[in-house]
């Protein structure tokens, strides 16, 4: 009975790269959240996706930030164009259903852009 | 829009001991979910224990329990026979209930130490 699974747990690169973050959810879940957390921050929220669909991305930075949920795979957070700025840690959390009590989350990616 | 406010940055318990981790929180809704949860060195985010708002009772589980103030908008956690794997940062959370709630709203945490 798998958890929330991210990779890479640990990712670093250059400004201007990509990075790219994956998350499988839990087994039977299909509606994912991605979090960051800042250093010395809480976690806030950046975006909720169901299979094929973005439901809320009202936490999104306007550019170089996207996510997306495919039918088959991995949800992907994907950020181009790197700055440092951007280093955080990544959580995603997946539910049955939207309004589910609880949010199960992954161990997260840790992001350094150097 | 909600928001929570952790006061205590940072607290200091000696093993075996009990401690009390502050929250309060702001909201206009009379249905809401608070919760707790624990982030380790490992960085996994943990729940460590949820409370539903329309319940009166404060929630338990084990060593942790919860004072839930509804009137006062306050939501502490009490750890009990501190343990020295207790020691993390913890963040509590709102969450709106009902049809399209989701978005879960933390504070910026306290980091708690167990001194053996």
């Known amino acids: 009975n798998a958890g929330v699974m991210q990779n890479p747990r640990h990712l670093v690169r250059r400004r201007g790269q990509e990075a790219r973050l994956r998350c499988s959810p839990m087994?039977?879940?299909?509606?994912v959240y991605w979090y960051r957390q800042l250093p010395e921050e809480g976690l806030k929220f950046m975006v909720y996706?169901?299979?094929?669909?973005?439901?809320?991305e009202s936490g999104m930075p306007k550019e170089r930030f996207s996510a997306e949920f495919p039918k088959e795979g991995p949800s992907i957070l994907r950020i181009q164009q790197v700055v440092r700025g951007d280093s955080a840690a990544y959580f995603c959390?997946?539910?049955?259903?939207?309004?589910?009590?609880?949010?199960?989350f992954g161990p997260g990616t840790r992001l350094t852009v150097t | 829009a909600q928001t929570v406010t952790q006061s205590q940055p940072e607290m200091s318990v000696q093993e075996a001991e009990t401690v009390t981790l502050s929250c309060t929180y702001d909201t206009s809704e009379s249905d809401y979910y608070l919760f707790w949860y624990k982030q380790p060195p490992s960085r996994q985010m943990i729940l460590v224990i949820r409370q539903e708002a329309y319940k009166q009772q404060n929630a338990t589980e084990n060593r942790f329990s919860v004072n839930f103030q509804k009137a006062a908008k306050s939501f502490s956690l009490k750890i009990s026979d501190s343990q020295l794997g207790d020691a993390a940062m913890y963040f509590c959370a709102y969450r709106s209930e009902g049809a399209g709630s989701y978005q879960l709203t933390f504070g910026k945490g306290t980091k708690l130490s167990v001194i053996p």
């Open positions: 996706l169901q299979k094929e669909n973005i439901i809320d």
């Open positions: 087994k039977g879940h299909s509606h």
């Open positions: 959390a997946s539910s049955p259903k939207m309004d589910s009590r609880e949010q199960y």
